[in-house]
């Protein structure tokens, strides 16, 4: 007589495909979720540092405008011109001539607004 099976226990996969892949999905948009906030924060620690950097470089430039107004003033002209050796004085009031577009003669004017360049005329040769 032939053994009676025994096993009733059906043959199922303990994962099923479609489950499976659904996981497998959800694990790769979690690591690009991850993924694209580091880049974010990494973006950010760079605009930071570009923002120090910048201000850094604001800071010096208005350092710089001051020292140079400073050197241009009449008493620090004096004292270079001074320390140079240099005698010079600056004009007078009526030394100083100042001309506005209006002052200026009508040929003048003309230039002004439409300069002239030299033209060349070439000849053709062997004809």
Known sequence: MARRNRNRRVQTRALPA????????????ALG??????????????????????????NLLLNEEFKWSRMKS????DKA??????EMVLPGMRQVVRLRQSD???SAESMVEAPQYASLERVPMNE
Request: hydrophobic share 45%; charged share 25%; with cysteine.
């Open 33 to 58: 979720y991850v993924w694209l906030g580091c880049r974010c924060e990494a973006a950010g620690r760079e605009i930071k540092q570009l923002e120090v950097r910048r201000n850094e470089l604001k």
């Open 81 to 86: 011109l001074t320390r140079h050796r240099i």
């Open 18 to 29: 479609p489950f499976a892949g659904f996981i497998s999905l959800l694990v790769l948009l």
């Open 104 to 106: 200026l003669p009508p």
């Open 74 to 77: 009449p008493l620090e002209l």
